[in-house]
C-alpha cells in the first residue's frame, strides 16, 4: 500500500542554518503531497503541500517539491529560527473517495539559538 | 467554536475499562476524521464521516473499536475493554468540504491522550 518515509529525528541545528527534512513516498496513484507542522502543546497544521509533479509548496519560507522520477518530496528552509522547532510530518493523500491521509514517522527538529 | 475541540485532554484507564472520546468539529464542516498517534509515529488512520454516514471504518484496529456521529456533527470514539496497546493520543480532524480533495482544509484537534494502565 501507499507509504511516507521521512528522515529520524531528531534534528538539532543552530539558528539561521539550512534545514532539509527528507522525504520519500511510495504510491500506486497519482498522490498529494503535504508537509504538516505540529507544534508544542498544538494540533498539526498544514505547512504546504503540492498536488502534481513538479509542483512547489511554499508556506513561511518553507519549501519543498514534487519530484515524480526521485518519489521524494523533501522538506528546506534557508534559515530557521527558534520558532521553527517543531515536530514535522510529511503525508500523502491518494486522492481517493475519502481522502484519508497517509502520515510519515514525524521528524522532532530542534533550533538552538 | 473557533477551532476542533476534542475532550478529555487526557485521559487514564484501567486495563478492561470502557472510554468515549469526544470530538467537536468546526461548525458546519462536512468531514471528520479520526487517527490514532502512537508515542512517536505519525497518526494513522482510523474512520472517516460524511456528515452522519460513517463512509469509511478500515483503519478501526478491532471490533472494540467504535466511532459514531449520530446528527452530523459532534462525533463520540468508543473503546471497549481497553489494552495497554491502545494508549495513544487519538486525534479528530474536520473539513468543510465533502467531496474529492478534503484534505487541503483539514483541520486538526489537539487530541486526547489515552494511557491505559
Known amino acids: 500500500g501507499d507509504s511516507v518515509t521521512q528522515m529520524e529525528g531528531p534534528v538539532t541545528l543552530s539558528e539561521e542554518a539550512f534545514l532539509t527534512i527528507n522525504c520519500t513516498y511510495t504510491a500506486t496513484g497519482y498522490p498529494s503531497l503535504f508537509w504538516y507542522v505540529q507544534y508544542p502543546g498544538e494540533g498539526l497544521q498544514l505547512l504546504l503541500k503540492a498536488t502534481k509533479a513538479d509542483d512547489k509548496g511554499s508556506n513561511k519560507g518553507f519549501e519543498a517539491t514534487y519530484r515524480k522520477e526521485t518519489t521524494s518530496f523533501h522538506l528546506e528552509k534557508g534559515s530557521v529560527q527558534v520558532s521553527d522547532s517543531a515536530v514535522y510530518f510529511c503525508a500523502l493523500s491518494d486522492g481517493n473517495r475519502d481522502d484519508k491521509i497517509i502520515f510519515g514517522k514525524g521528524t522532532r527538529l530542534h533550533i538552538l539559538p | ?86 494508549s495513544a493520543v487519538y486525534l479528530c480532524a474536520s473539513s468543510l468540504e465533502g467531496t474529492y480533495a478534503t484534505n487541503e482544509k483539514l483541520f486538526f484537534g489537539s487530541g486526547t491522550q489515552l494511557s491505559v494502565l
Do not use: M
Request: hydrophobic share 30%.
Open chain 2, 1 to 86: 467554536g473557533a477551532g476542533v475541540s476534542q475532550s478529555p485532554r487526557y485521559k487514564v484507564a484501567k486495563r478492561g475499562q470502557d472510554v468515549a472520546l469526544r470530538c467537536d468539529p468546526i461548525s458546519g464542516h462536512v468531514s471528520l476524521f479520526w487517527y490514532q498517534q502512537a508515542l512517536g509515529q505519525g497518526p494513522e488512520f482510523l474512520t472517516y464521516f460524511q456528515n452522519e454516514a460513517q463512509l469509511d471504518k478500515s483503519g478501526l484496529p478491532s471490533d472494540r473499536f467504535f466511532a459514531e456521529r449520530p446528527e452530523g456533527s459532534v462525533s463520540t470514539l468508543k473503546i471497549q475493554r481497553t489494552q495497554q496497546e491502545d
